[in-house]
């Protein structure tokens, strides 16, 4: 009994990855554009589907499994960001430190691993990336992923009406942080 | 007109409406996917490589449960037994003191006999020889003194550093029989003064005084039995003779009555300490004058560990010194 208990475990999670993997593509684009670094970008993809693998038990399948994992890789490269940010103070210390004449190891992400985009394309990321935990999974399921709204309400474990509220929400404080950044008016059409 | 206009603005949304910002989304999120579709994906297997899931993923709770079952099974008995072993180990010293002091009662008594009845003396000497054949080592060894020394000629006859040996043993020989020549007067006296005296007018000095010679005698016998065997196996007695102190022969046990006074020794050492304390902070000048004081108070706050009020010393010192 135990035994085949395991089995169907072992299955389970080897047809998860290979349920997952035609989606690997997507997930990828999807961590490139919040981190616009392609090294960042594959491990958050890497862990995130460790993540997903872990709390596979946990996964109610309500939602596709892969708007599941969606949810998971935009709440883990937000974290990444978070982290970069906190790091990204430190090392304003460690300047200070090693102008003082400390050794300290630098942790950036190479250089050459970063991407370019178009100059729109960036502000737009960055005003994405500002939103915050709240909103930024709707906008992006939303518009880069094209997800239907009951798809994300199933995937957040939102109901619809929320959702719905939420994207307008969203939508004006994107709007928002756009103009701060004078993408105004002509811009928008 | 009115239903071209309205037809016209169903089609292009007004400046800064919802529609047209959402428009400007798909849009500007088109061409963000196109722009990062330039760039390549990671090789095939560099991000998915997963291992197959180990077992320990996927053991139920109760099997963490049985191993620490097993394992506490297995250690419970090891516990136990070195628990008895050093509890035995612990019991053995204090029995080993117990019978040590028994007989060291017992001594001071042959002293008191000794000295009330000096006549006795020969008359033990010759009882010696007999308990000697029942076995007692003390007894023994004062018996065996005389035949010592001549085995100690018969070893100055072999060897020079061996005669070197003799001379030292007959120094300590002579040493000890100054000590008992010393206690002798007052034994004399008293056997000669206090003879008619009743036991209870007697003065507890001279018992106090043969206790110690017994006690050196017995001692110096030791020593001299040691210096034989030394003598036959080394011929180095003569050096270690020479030296002016002996390492001490007793090892320092840790029974419950030495914890017991090492403890008491704390507790009053330590009320010491907040003594002389109380006393410095009341006034630090006129307590540092004492430099025997200070010293004390140092040292107690050291053995103490007492960084905060070592600290504190520091701070008043200073303060002092700015005033």
Known sequence: MKLHFLMVLVTATADFFSR?????ERLFRLA??????????????QEALIKADRSAQ???S??????????????????????????????????VLEARGTM????????????????????????????????????????????????????????????????????SLLKAKLAERGIDGDYLG | LTGITLARSARTPPRGSDDRFEEFLKKQFAVL???????????????????????????????YGLAAGVLIAAALPIFFQLNQKTAEARQAPPQATAAQSAADIDRPNEGANQQAKPNEQNFEGQESEKEVKQGNPRKFAAASSNKN??????????SPKLAAAATTRDQHAESTESVRNAVRPDEKKDAMGGANRPMKDRSPAPTVNSQAASRFERAAEESDRVADAKGITTGAVADSEAMPAA???????????????????????????????????????QFNKNAKRRARLTALLDQFKMRSRVARMRVLDKKKTAY
């Open chain 2, 247 to 285: 390492a001490p022969r007793s090892i320092a046990i840790d029974d419950n009555l030495t914890r017991a006074k090492k403890k008491e020794i704390n507790v009053s050492e330590r009320q010491e300490l907040e003594k002389l304390w109380k006393e410095y902070e009341r006034d630090p000048q």
């Open chain 2, 149 to 158: 020394s001549d085995e100690s000629s018969k070893a100055a006859d072999a």
């Open chain 2, 33 to 63: 996917k196109d722009e990062l579709s330039v760039y390549p994906l990671p090789a095939k297997g560099r991000v998915l490589e997963f291992g197959k899931p180990s077992r320990a993923k996927t053991l139920p709770a109760w099997s």
């Open chain 1, 104 to 171: 300290v190891p630098d942790s950036r992400p190479s250089a050459e691993q970063n991407i370019e985009l178009s100059e729109m394309s960036q502000h737009l990321m960055e005003a994405v990336n500002d939103l915050g935990e709240a909103y930024k999974p709707l906008i992006l399921m939303r518009y880069f992923e094209d997800m239907a709204y009951e798809e994300i309400a199933s995937a957040l474990q939102l109901n619809l009406g929320t959702v719905k509220s939420r994207m307008n929400q969203a939508k």
């Open chain 1, 32 to 45: 490139l554009a919040q981190l616009h670094n392609l090294s960042d970008a594959e491990d958050a993809v």
């Open chain 1, 62 to 95: 309500e939602s596709s499994e892969y708007t599941w994992v969606v949810r998971i890789l935009i709440n883990h490269c937000h974290d990444m960001q978070r982290k970069s940010t906190r790091r990204q103070k430190r090392e304003v210390a460690g300047d």
């Open chain 1, 20 to 24: 997952i993997n035609p989606y690997r």
């Open chain 1, 58 to 60: 946990s996964f109610r």
